[in-house]
Structure formats: structure tokens, C-alpha cells
């Protein structure tokens, strides 16, 4: 596979084939981005105006442009250029929930005509260039096709997980007052069958900015469709013209906006933009699953997520790739499912969450071996630290030992993968997300905020320039922008992550290091989750920890104060209370795996929660628990530890 190639001395190479080469391309994206990314840019995409300037950037302001001056569209990028030699080409593998019924291909053809129909359906409804557009959908081709239908117009879309609850949707809609919803009559996930719509009903009684909804059919469940606000998709697609010209926009347009929460307050809406994106996240897709002509990739995320939106919408369309997308869930039928989807396609490269291959490692191996795995050859994981033991099961019973594993680190913030192996050139290490990519520079902060230049050495992680799809703003707050991620390190983007480089100089990511708490590879801020318990009326106060958990890879703990008319509820029916609160304003996935209650929280002479310690409590590790002589209720501390869960 590490075929040596002729590569010309003078050019980026925009598919990496050697280590050798890898290093080459490293070495010049940190001494001459400009000249890398320009390059790389100029040869592999679809411009309609080239740019002035190839980066411009500014870490105290803070502000990040790349590409200026160009202009360009990404859905033509990723469907219209490749109508003319791949028009008959699978684009999107569909694959639903219930197994029984059939998958469905959609070609370029295919996925042209209905995205520029739903373009249109869009601009019927009157959506402008800049209009922000709330898709609240299941995994079903519909999806995929408003996220381009929006980029195709110009259109910003924000994308909200259909597992958030009507709460958390209100909220991410009034953000960034969206004026339309699309969304469809239900989803289904497993044995489930949820009902969206009415979870988008029940939103929109907050949300005075939407003006229409937009409903694709799934389930066939029967919906309540508002007269003058609600519309079927289908009917309106059907009769909508099948070409739509794409809007033109500047490098620098916005594309669109994701949520992901933050340690405090109120989720961020991370604003990505057109071309630096476009050209980062497609390299990036290309070199970190060595994607060839013919593959079949799946990354079985949700596009609710950012590793929907960069790798399995605009990554692998703009290098013209097959991707598949999952509606259901790995233990439905039955625990089977994921391997049972890899050999019915001929999957080849596989991208999914520890969390997935922890939950089906402790099944039986039988589920594995009754698939025939061989069209594997890349194995990727995402979103959360993978441990040993979930790495090596993945190893040896997926990949049989025959395909490199891709731990790929990076964020909603970066829009594209950062640090990761490249199959067949990087040597891996278990647990060890590896090198940094072509264009990305780490750097290890030590206490006191200095650069740690030495290998063998641990520290919090930032990088030191940016590359084309870091995420230009949060939407509507650029202060916060700058205060969470330009602030502690001044001239250093900051990832919130601790990380450790090894005496090679491969980067282990050790975990958050702020109040961010990743459950099942999802971000979880403990702000919000504990704003959602002091609703109850029985709670007076609140402090979420995480907690090592051998699936989800933490959970969540919650130590809770009660009022004096909650000491004498049944805790029992409390904690079931607590949750469902959590429940109706985050959704399922914030609910605490344990609940104490306490008379007391440790507190600083300040008032300040000393979480160290909870968590020190919730982790079992009792012998060192720090200094706690100068609490401002040192006793409490005994308390919680005889108490403990
Ligand atoms: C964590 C997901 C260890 C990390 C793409 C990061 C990881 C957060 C890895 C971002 C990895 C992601 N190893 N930790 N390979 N990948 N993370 O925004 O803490 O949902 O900051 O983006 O996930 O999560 P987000």
C-alpha cells in the first residue's frame, strides 16, 4: 500500500502516499501555508474568482480569513463537478433502520436534482442568502439534502441533533433566529418510534422567528400541521423545478452554524465558513481514510453532529466519494447490525465512536464472525479517548489485525480532523491519535502558560496558527469566541483538551480539561445540566461531575442540595423527577447515571464549588484528596465520602 510515488518537489500534494511525502507536506504547511493551502486549493476545487490574499489572520483580535476575495460554491464542489464523469455513481448509500427494507443509492445524478429542488422549495419559502435555516431531522436522505439545499442558496443551516429535546431546540432556533424549520413527521431509532414533529411544535410556541416548517414523511405517524405555517416536503419538491442555479459567495460567506455545548451558559453556535472549509475538510477526508475511486465509506455519526456535517456530507462528496448513511442504531436488530451493514455494501473504510465499539465489544464475538468483513481496509475512531482495550478489540475482530486504525482527533470547532495517522504510513499506537496533519502545529502549555518544547512531556493542548476550517466566530457573541478559545493563551487557539507527547513526539489527548464532560462522545457542560436540576423545586442546589464508566467512557454524577420541603420526599422518586427535568431541557443523553444527595457542598472561602473533590469522590480516589483545611465546611467532605455511590 506505501507505493513510493513521483511527487514533484514544488506542488502540494493533495494525496499523501508516503510517510516520506507526509513529512515533506508537514514541513512546508507550517514554514509556507500560504503557499501549501494555495496550492492545494488552486488544484483540486472549483472556483469562480480566485483569491487576493490565501490567509489573513489575527489570534488577539481575534480574526481568521482565508481565501479572501474568491468566490465559490460548495455544493458545486461537491455534486455539479461531478456530474460529467461520475453523474451514475452512487453519492449517498441509504441505509434505514429496519433492515428489512431495502437500501437505497442515490447517484450525483440523483442527489443533483433533488438538492436543487429542495433549493428551490427553500427560496419558494422565501429563504434569502444569509437566512439561517433549522434542520431538525433523522438520518434519511431528506437530511442530507437540506443541508446542501441550504449551501446551495446560500443559506446558513444549523443543524440540531433530533435527539435535543423541544427545550434545546427552542433555544438553538431563537439563537440564531432561524426562519424556517425542516424537519419530518417522526424518526425512527431502534425498536422506537420518536415523534418529531411535535417535539418541533412544541418548540416553536418560543420561537416567534420561523415563519414555516417544512415536513419530510417517514413514519407516516399522524402529525399536526399548523394551517399556513406547515408544509409536506414531497408535494412541493415534486412540483419544484429540478435545476436551481448555485449562489455565489464569498470564501469568507458563512456556511453554517453548529451548536456544541460550552462550561457555561448557553450552548455556542460555532460559525463555519465556505472555502477554507471546503478545502480543509475534503484534504483532510482524502489523506485520513486514503479514500480511492470506487470505496465505500461509512461514518455511522449523526450529520446532527460536526463529524456528519465534514465527513459524511462535504468531505467525502467533494472528493466525489460513496458515503453511506445509518438511520438506525449498532444493536438493532440485533448487536450484528453494524457488521451485517459493512459486508451487505462492501464497506472500506468504517469511521464510528469508542462508545460504539465498547458497547459491542462486550456483546459476543459470534456477531462479529457471522459477517465477512474483508472489504475493510480503514478503521476511524472519533469523538472521546479511546481506551487500550476498546482499541485492540477493534483491532483484532474488525479489522483482523489487517487495517490501520485512524484515532482522529479534533472538534466542532475545527471543523476538520487535526491530529491523526494516515492509514498505511503512520505507524499507530494504541490510544495515540498520532501526528498532527499537514497545516496543523500543536503546542503543550505548561502551568505557568509556556510552551513545553521537549517530547515525553503533558500539558494543555493549543495550536499555534490556524488552518482553513478552524470556526471563524460564535454567532452573535465574538467576544465569547475570544474569551473561551484566544483568552488563556494569548496568541495560541486553545482546545480545552490535555494532552501528552510521547518521546516520538506522537500526541495522546488525555480529556477535557474544563467543565466540559464528554458522555458517549457527546459534549455535555455541566452549567447548563445543573440550570435544569435547581428547576426542580425541591432542589436547592447542584454539582455535576463525570465519572469513568466502562461503555459511555464517563457518566455523569450529580450531588444534589434539597430544600427543607424536599428532606422528606421519597429520593428514589426524586432522582426519577431530576432526570426527566434534564430530560425536557437537554434531552436523554444529559441524564446523571448516579444521584447523592447531601446536605453540603465543599465550597471556598469565595463560595466557589471545589469540583476537584467531587470528583476525586466520584472517581473512588479517596487517598488523595488534596488539601481541604482551607474549605469553608471541611466536614462536609467526610460526609460525601461515607455517603458515596
Ligand atoms: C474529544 C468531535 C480523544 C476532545 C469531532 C474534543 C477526542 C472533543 C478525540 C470535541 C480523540 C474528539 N481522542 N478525545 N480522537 N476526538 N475528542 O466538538 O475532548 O463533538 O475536545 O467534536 O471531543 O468534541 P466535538
Not at 466519494?321 to 457488521?339: I, K
Not at 478489540?393 to 482522529?408: F, R, S
Request: aromatic share 10%.
Amino acid at each position: 500500500m506505501c507505493k513510493r510515488v513521483q511527487f514533484k518537489q514544488h506542488m502540494s500534494t493533495y494525496h499523501l502516499k508516503s510517510l516520506e511525502e507526509y513529512f515533506v507536506n508537514y514541513r512546508k504547511s507550517i514554514s509556507k501555508p500560504e503557499v501549501f493551502w494555495g496550492e492545494i486549493a488552486e488544484e483540486h476545487f472549483l472556483w469562480r474568482k480566485p483569491w487576493t490574499s490565501v490567509c489573513e489572520w489575527d489570534f488577539d483580535k481575534p480574526e481568521i480569513k482565508w481565501f479572501q476575495g474568491a468566490q465559490l460554491n460548495i455544493t458545486e464542489n461537491c455534486i455539479d463537478r461531478h456530474l460529467l464523469t461520475r453523474g451514475e455513481q452512487t453519492a449517498i448509500i441509504f441505509e434505514p433502520n429496519d433492515p428489512q427494507e431495502s437500501a437505497v443509492h442515490i447517484t450525483y445524478n440523483q442527489l443533483h436534482e433533488k438538492v436543487c429542488k429542495l433549493a428551490n422549495v427553500l427560496k419558494d419559502q422565501g429563504v434569502k442568502k444569509g437566512d439561517r435555516v433549522c434542520i431538525y431531522m433523522p438520518m434519511i436522505p431528506e437530511l442530507a439534502y437540506a443541508v446542501l439545499a441550504c449551501a446551495r442558496i446560500g443559506a446558513i443551516h444549523s443543524v440540531v441533533f433530533a435527539g435535543f429535546s423541544s427545550t434545546a431546540l427552542a433555544t438553538r432556533i431563537n439563537d440564531c433566529s432561524c426562519s424556517i424549520v425542516v424537519t419530518s413527521d417522526g424518526s425512527y431509532r431502534g425498536q422506537k418510534t420518536l415523534d418529531l414533529k411535535a417535539i418541533v411544535d412544541e418548540a416553536l410556541q418560543q420561537c416567534p422567528s420561523i415563519k414555516s416548517v417544512l415536513v419530510a414523511k417517514r413514519t407516516e405517524n399522524p402529525v399536526h400541521m399548523e394551517t399556513g405555517r406547515d408544509h409536506w416536503l414531497a408535494p412541493l419538491m415534486e412540483k419544484a423545478v429540478s435545476d436551481c442555479k448555485p449562489e455565489i459567495m464569498d470564501a469568507e460567506d458563512p456556511l453554517f452554524i453548529l451548536y456544541t455545548s460550552g462550561s457555561t451558559g448557553k450552548p455556542k453556535g460555532m460559525l463555519h465558513s465556505c472555502g477554507g472549509y471546503m478545502v480543509y475538510t475534503a484534504y483532510t477526508f482524502k489523506n485520513v481514510f486514503q479514500y480511492k475511486n470506487g470505496d465505500v465509506y461509512w461514518c455511522t455519526a449523526d450529520i446532527g453532529w460536526i463529524t456528519g456535517h465534514s465527513y459524511i456530507v462535504y468531505g467525502p462528496l467533494a472528493n466525489g466519494a460513496t458515503t453511506l448513511m445509518f438511520e438506525g442504531v449498532p444493536s438493532y436488530p440485533d448487536y450484528d447490525r453494524f457488521w451485517e451493514v459493512v459486508a451487505k455494501h462492501g464497506v472500506n473504510q468504517f469511521y464510528t465512536a469508542p462508545t460504539a465499539i465498547r458497547a459491542l465489544a462486550k456483546e459476543s464475538l459470534e456477531h462479529t464472525k457471522k459477517h465477512d468483513l474483508s472489504s475493510l481496509k480503514v478503521l476511524g475512531t472519533v469523538g472521546e479517548p479511546i481506551n487500550e482495550e476498546a482499541w485492540h478489540w477493534y483491532n483484532d475482530n474488525i479489522g483482523d489485525k489487517n487495517c490501520p486504525i485512524v484515532d482522529t482527533w479534533w472538534q466542532t470547532e475545527t471543523g476538520g480532523i487535526l491530529i491523526s495517522p494516515i492509514p498505511f504510513l503512520t505507524p499507530t499506537k494504541p490510544t495515540y491519535a498520532t501526528l498532527p496533519l499537514p497545516g496543523i502545529r500543536p503546542v503543550l502549555m505548561d502551568e505557568t502558560g509556556s510552551p513545553i518544547e521537549n517530547n515525553s512531556a503533558q500539558g494543555r493542548l493549543c495550536i499555534a496558527q490556524p488552518w482553513p476550517s478552524i470556526a471563524r466566530s460564535i454567532w452573535g457573541d465574538h467576544q465569547r469566541y475570544k474569551d473561551t478559545y484566544f483568552s488563556a493563551f494569548p496568541g495560541y487557539y486553545f482546545t480545552g483538551d490535555g494532552a501528552l507527547r510521547d518521546e516520538v513526539g506522537y500526541y495522546r489527548i488525555t480529556g477535557r480539561v474544563d467543565d466540559v464532560i464528554i458522555v458517549s462522545g457527546h459534549n455535555l457542560g455541566t452549567a447548563p445540566i445543573e440550570d435544569a436540576i435547581n428547576e426542580h423545586p425541591a432542589v436547592a442546589e447542584s454539582a455535576i461531575v463525570g465519572f469513568p464508566h466502562d461503555v459511555k467512557g464517563n457518566a455523569l454524577y450529580g450531588y444534589v442540595i434539597l430544600k427543607e420541603t424536599g428532606a422528606d420526599r421519597n429520593t428514589e422518586n426524586l432522582k426519577k423527577e431530576i432526570n426527566q427535568i434534564i430530560t425536557e431541557h437537554i434531552g436523554p443523553i444529559a441524564k446523571l447515571d448516579k444521584i447523592q444527595f447531601t446536605p453540603g457542598l465543599p465550597k471556598t472561602r469565595s463560595g466557589k464549588i471545589m469540583r476537584r473533590i467531587l470528583r476525586k469522590i466520584a472517581h473512588n480516589e479517596l487517598d488523595n484528596l488534596g488539601d481541604t483545611s482551607t474549605l469553608l465546611n471541611p466536614d462536609i467532605v467526610e460526609h460525601l465520602i461515607e455517603n458515596r455511590l
